[in-house]
């Protein structure tokens, strides 16, 4: 029913800088928020950063002043600006967006495939 298309992973150095894109496609009539999450080997999915269709931002602590995230939602897309890159950034990092369907009124989550992102030295 929604289909969640992740890019812009990759391999950077510390202090280096990517964008990851995730578009939204499929039954939807809104989308209530997007955001993204990461889980890096042996921890839990954490939050990264969300914004709703009204643009309030919320990050986590670890990223504040260094990633930002933006919306088009003209064309259902979330991105992830990402600077200063640290080694601790490394994970497998997931899109989500909480959708109304035209055919459901509820507001459920869906989630991307993922996307590696590696800060090595």
């Known amino acids: 029913q929604v289909q969640l298309v992740e890019s812009g992973g990759g391999l950077v150095q510390p202090g280096g800088s990517l964008r990851l894109s995730c578009a939204a496609s499929?039954?939807?009539?809104?989308?209530?928020?997007m955001g993204w999450y990461r889980q890096a080997p042996g921890k839990q999915r954490e939050l990264v950063a969300t914004?709703?269709?009204?643009?309030?931002?919320i990050y986590a602590d670890s990223v504040k002043g260094r990633f930002t995230i933006s919306r088009d939602n003209a064309k259902n897309t979330v991105y992830l600006q990402m600077n200063s890159l640290k080694p601790e950034d490394t994970a497998v990092y997931y899109c989500?967006?909480?959708?109304?369907?035209?055919?459901?009124?509820?507001?459920?989550?869906?989630w991307g495939q993922g996307t590696q992102v590696t800060v090595y030295s």
């Open positions: 989500k967006a909480d959708v109304r369907l035209y055919s459901d009124p509820a507001v459920k989550g869906y």
């Open positions: 499929g039954n939807i009539f809104s989308i209530i928020a």
């Open positions: 914004i709703t269709s009204g643009t309030r931002t």
